[in-house]
């Protein structure tokens, strides 16, 4: 079994500051875990994976995520927001080939 | 194709009426999802095909949901005697396989009045 739990619904920042949106998995056997985003009007799409290779994943637009096994997290970051990185994203886990997602957390940004 | 194409992108339909969701996935993609969004939720997983096993089941809402996939490619879901609590959008994705994570569709709006 497996599941993913994102810690806060709704994180408004300020442009240029600190974006943390939280998740938490649980999974059965070693996982695959992902971000997802998805822009206003827009259909989802592929931000970073983790696949064991590196701890600490980078993925587009500046974003990155760390796996911490011991904290059974993958919180996702990126030093400084902008104003286009407002939307709704999305932790998933997978494993068995399919993935279990998060309820999503809408990310907004003040100017 | 270039990515995962799915069609109607809006179907509104009478309660009681059978709909059929399309998606065409990208080329040599072996694996295609199919998953249900409500407003303001996450994703709810329906149906996995992977190959030409035997498909993933596992997350269809009802005996009323059914879904098949033509020659690895082309798949459909098929909603019968639509109920309103049906409505959300439905998304297909596919994948090169575990760990590769999904190219989604733009995803059939399906409203049940």
């Known amino acids: 079994a497996q599941s993913v739990t994102q810690l806060g619904s709704h994180v408004s920042v300020s442009e240029g500051a600190l974006v943390l949106l939280r998740c938490n998995y649980s999974s059965s056997v070693p996982p695959y875990l992902f971000w997802y985003v998805q822009y206003p009007n827009q259909g989802l799409q592929l931000l970073l994976k983790?696949?064991?290779?590196?701890?600490l994943v980078k993925g587009i637009n500046g974003f990155e995520a760390e796996f911490k096994k011991s904290e059974t997290s993958f919180h996702l970051t990126k030093p400084s927001a902008h104003m286009s990185d407002a939307a709704e994203y999305f932790c998933a886990v997978s494993n068995a080939g399919k993935s279990t997602f998060g309820d999503g957390t809408t990310l907004t940004v003040k100017p | 194709g270039a990515g995962v194409s799915q069609s109607p992108s809006n179907k509104v339909t009478e309660k009681g009426k059978d709909v059929e969701l399309r998606c065409d996935p990208i080329s040599g993609h072996t694996a295609l999802y199919w998953y249900r969004q409500s407003l303001g939720q996450g994703l709810e997983f329906l149906i996995y095909f992977q190959g030409n096993s035997a498909p993933d089941k596992s997350g269809l809402p009802s005996d009323r949901f059914s879904a098949e996939r033509t020659g690895g490619s082309v798949s459909t879901l098929t909603i019968q005697r639509t109920q309103q609590e049906d409505s959300a959008v439905y998304l297909c994705a596919s994948s090169l396989g575990q760990g590769r994570g999904y190219t989604f569709g733009s995803g059939t709006r399906l409203t049940v009045v």
């Open positions: 983790y696949t064991s290779a590196a701890t």
